[in-house]
């Protein structure tokens, strides 16, 4: 059976957002390059989206870090499960997520990736539940501030599902 879902964030909404994030970014890092660390696999969709709206030199890399499972409340356990493929010394990396929700993912990232040697670490997030931080993190670049509702789409699962949808919605 499928479940219903309720728009929260049209797709129309979800592209204005990401056009002005990229000319944002563009604007802050005028004159330089910028590496874009896609956080999986949620990050995925809005990292390509963001990428195509950059108008400086783009470069990316991937990383994998487990901390929900299938289940929809954070256990508070991070681990790496794929590391990036290449340095980050000397860049302006920027880490790309789909969401912020406890801030433990982001917290434990820029800790481990601080230490190797980047230029400036920023971050960027497609929502933001600020309502559940748990872990204070300083975020530059947000989306949208959303409810503390459990949401799926533009990257984002309810048991691997719903990742696809170009919205963002909540399952009912
Ligand atoms: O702020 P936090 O409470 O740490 O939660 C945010 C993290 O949770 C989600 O990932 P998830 O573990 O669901 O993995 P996925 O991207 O592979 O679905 C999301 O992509 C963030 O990485
Ligand atoms: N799919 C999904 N993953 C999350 N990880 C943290 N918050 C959420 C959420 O609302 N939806």
Not at 53 to 58: E, L, N, S
Not at 82 to 109: A, F, H, P
Request: with cysteine; proline share 3%; glycine share 6%.
């Amino acid at each position: 059976m499928s479940d219903n879902i309720k728009v929260l964030v049209t797709e129309e909404e979800v592209d204005r957002k990401i056009e002005e994030i990229g000319r944002k970014i563009s604007e802050d890092y005028a004159g330089k390059e910028v590496h874009l660390i896609c956080v999986l696999k949620g990050g995925v969709f809005f990292m390509c989206e963001l990428a195509k709206r950059i108008t400086v030199p783009v470069s990316m890399d991937f990383m994998s870090i487990s901390s929900y499972g299938n289940a929809t409340e954070s256990s508070g356990v991070v681990r790496i499960t794929k590391d990036l493929d290449d340095s980050l010394e000397g860049k302006e990396v920027i880490i790309v997520e789909d969401i912020i929700d406890s801030g433990r993912t982001l917290s434990y990232l820029v800790d481990i990736l601080q230490k190797r040697n980047p230029k400036s670490i920023t971050l960027c997030t497609l929502l933001d539940k600020p309502e559940r931080r748990v872990v204070e993190v300083d975020v530059q670049y947000v989306g949208f501030c959303i409810p503390d509702e459990f949401v799926v789409g533009y990257g984002l699962d309810y048991q691997q599902k719903y990742r696809n949808l170009p919205y963002i919605g909540v399952v009912q």
